[in-house]
């Protein structure tokens, strides 16, 4: 009794695991791609600027224009993936809300992230 | 995935009612909290949640009267109430107190307290740790304290920046008071972070699904992700520090290579998100509140729940905006200057939401909603002063003013203590049955809001004439006089309404118990009827709102006409449900109650302070109690029952307990061993960050060990995990024990050889920063071989006494994870030091 028992559970808890992580990664995935961005972007300016890796005019802030491009066509691109919730506000639910607010929330927050890569040459 | 079940209200409801005689007797049996002095050994959420409640508040209470200390000495010019050391002490105190004692730990205990009930669970998943929790914070906390009135409490500032915090400025022992104490209650703080993530994710009522979850307990989920990546950056810079002052490894001083900006990020890498992990508890509460108060549901729940994640996730990226004048980069701080101000734009979301609910229901006039009209009027200019302090050339000059003690006060009071008093009046009835009185409550109100912004608008100004925070006194012809007599008035009036809210908490606590009822309306499952053993059923939930959208759900659960109205095993026990759609996955068996939380919690504490005074043989004895204490708790736990499935009603049969990904203390573990990763990662991250400053690595007069012995050591880790992995598939035979025995000499034999290695390599942590980074990646690597050795010898112990079977092997997975992490960390240690000299050339 016990071993099936843990058998069926096994069995309901790989359905019923319902894809957890897959479902969060897919949610969050805008959000990852903000964090990955930002540790990119701040990486390479600090380190750009530090004696082991100093580099001669400062940052390399084309490599961070790619970055930024990148970023963006990503985010514009799982905006539009997530764009059926507003045509039905009212019958989304949670994970599809979540994936769109997330997307434009990243799309707003890297791009004016990057506004300074425009703005600021150099180390000081 | 929002899709309604059936309502059961109106359908077939899983059992029958009435209730067979003695059923209910025998569930108050098991649950019942004991009495008189045993009452510390109760370790029930409701005992250790209203514990931890008292606690934190006695420190609020504490931390203000040091904030009346500050405000009585710079009330007047050029006074001499308190001296400057102790001024240091007292403010290094408040700041300490109020944000390590009273912040982070109120949020836990309210939602240990809250949460269970809120999720219709009987209890969270691990009472015990929650207890272990609850009372290292509590005893170490008090003796921290009192290291005040012997004039040892820390006096370097909250933020403990070295070269100030280092043996050459601070030679007493004043700050290893912090580093030890505090580092050991953030460890509490975490472990009260897993058993909360857990509950959440794993005990809601049946159709809870993450859609119809409380905000508040999304946010508390959010906040305790947060804690998980948090948390271990400030543990391992207080490691790091301590470290230099015991050992005098110079990960700070600058002329053997160390950075003082490395303490910075790393605090900072803690500090900011903790603002938000205070925030963001506040934030959900606050979203639980409004929809009750308003009477309608809340405007944009969902977009309130992903911005709380958003905000979340972003806080990540504004650590250095508190470095503004550090030196930094101007692109690096331009890239955080921009986070901080992205913040606010969930930020924003959720308070508009706020204001739409209110405007779109019916407001209830009464404390609470004063309460909360206070926290968001505060709370806004709190965020726009924030958004202020973002522009780095304002903060610039700011930089250290009054104008920063202002802004973080409106954020931190506005933006937490209100809601928190909020919260207090709201659900304070759930004790007694007792509401606060609506009469004083407007006097307590107009006492904290006026005394606040009394004292703390002025400091705005205060700032931008230039009086710089953290001064024990000032001349009188600045101009500051009046405006700093002005705060200290707001400040007393403020402390005047929080006594006030406390003789009348007081006063209400002793009053007869009444039936709670649900006094304010509210939808959410900890107005139902609760006892020791939380409802009397465990209710399936068909809607965000199940109080307002079921209306007979409160009778048909006090029946015991839903779910597990009984004890099943004869033990406590409830019901483990799945992460997202919350349909019952298996029976989760809780322990008892017990004393052994609490003397592995004074061990822990004892050992922590004794220590940092040096007293070795006392600290000692209390390490023993500690791991003995531990030892004897987890001895008694995962244990089989007699059952092997239970019927919980409406024809759901549940496995008793389950194995391996589909326990909860598989999950806990590997939560755990994300914290450990971190804590790694931060150590990694000082490893490289001080050879960056460094033209040549490793630095000339250091050396690496030879790469063959980083291979035997790989080679002997991987060797001990493979032993290990055997084992786990040897349940029930006699090799197991000298399987986990021959694994622990693997890994004994490895770390042999990483030492061996590093004394032919000549390395002095002393001589360099780099070398003590090295040292100090090493040594972490050590204490998890010691680890491993109390777990292999604690397994094989298990195994000869026959406490390793199918049906209790949660031991023997665990271990094995921790195993596996130990053998991946410490390839990861010999790759981090071997790679980056060689990407540096």
Known sequence: MSVNMNKNMSKNMSRASEHFFRRLLGAILPLLVWLLHFAFCYGLAAAQCTPAAMREGGPDRTLMGIATVVALALLAWLVWRARGV????????????????????????????????LLVPGCA | MNSPLPNQSTAQLPNPVPRPEGELERLEDVWRTPRGWRFLSSVNNTSIGLLYIGTTLLFFVLAGILGLLIRTQLAVPENTFLSAGTYNQVFTMHGTVMMFLFAIPVVEALAVYLLPNMLGARDLPFPRLSAYAYWAYAIGGLAFFCTLFVGLAPDGGWFMYPPLTGTKYSPGLNADFWLLGIGFIEISAIAGAIELIIGILFTRAPGMTLGRMPVYAWAMLVVAVMIVFAFPAVIAGTALLELERAFDWPFFIPERGGDPLLWQHLFWFFGHP???????????????????????????????????????????????????????????????????????????????????????????????????????????????????????????????????????????????????????????????????????????????FGGFNVAFFPMHITGLLGMPRRVYTYAPDLGWNGLNMLSTVGAFAFAAGVVLFAFDVVRTLKRRTQPVGNPW??????????????????????????LWDQPTLSRDVDQGAYYLPQTATGHRETIATSPVGAEPRYLLVLPGDSWLPLIAAAGTAGFFLLLTMKLNLLATLCGIMAVVGTIAWLWESDRGVPETSVDAGGGIVLPVGARGTASHSWWATIIMLVVDASIFASFAFAYLHVSMRLQ????????????????????????????????????????LPWLALAALACALASFGVDLHGLRAADLAPSESAWAAAVAALASYQGLHIVLLAIMALYLALRGWRGHLTARSRATLDNIALVWHYTTLQGMAWMSAVRLVPLLME
Request: overall charge positive.
């Open chain 1, 86 to 117: 507003l045509a039905h506000p009212g019958r989304a639910g949670l994970w599809q809300w979540a994936s769109f607010l997330f997307a434009a929330l990243s799309l707003v927050a890297v791009s004016w992230n990057s506004v300074p890569i």
């Open chain 2, 274 to 448: 903790e603002v938000y992990i205070i925030f963001l508890p506040a934030a959900g509460m606050v979203s639980t509140m409004i929809p009750t108060i308003a009477g309608t549901s809340l405007v944009g729940r969902r977009a309130v729940i992903a911005a709380l994640v958003g905000v979340g996730v972003f806080s990540f990226g504004l650590w250095a905006h508190h470095m503004f004048t550090a030196g930094l980069g101007v692109l690096e701080m331009s890239f955080v200057s921009a986070a901080s101000m992205a913040v606010a734009v969930p930020t924003a979301i959720q308070v508009f939401a706020w204001i739409c609910t209110l405007w779109k229901g019916k407001v209830q006039r009464g404390a609470p909603t004063l309460f909360l009209l206070g926290f968001m009027f505060i709370f806004v200019l709190g965020g726009l002063t924030g958004v202020m302090v973002a522009v780095i050339p304002f903060d610039w000059q700011v930089h250290d003013t009054y104008f920063i003690v202002a802004h973080f006060h409106y954020v931190l009071i506005g933006g937490m203590v209100f809601p928190v008093f909020a919260a207090m009046y709201y659900w304070i009835p759930l004790i007694n049955g007792n509401r606060l009185s609506e009469q004083w409550a407007k006097w307590v109100f107009w006492l904290m």
């Open chain 2, 521 to 546: 309306n509210a939808s959410t499952l900890e107005w139902l009827t609760s006892e020791d053993y939380g409802n009397r059923s465990i209710p399936r939930v068909v809607s965000p709102n199940p």
């Open chain 2, 696 to 735: 040549v690595c490793p630095p000339p007069g250091s050396a690496l060990p030879p790469v063959e012995l980083a291979w035997l050591s790989a080679g002997l880790l991987v060797a001990g995990s493979a032993l290990v992995w055997l084992a786990t598939h040897a349940l029930g035979r006699r090799r």
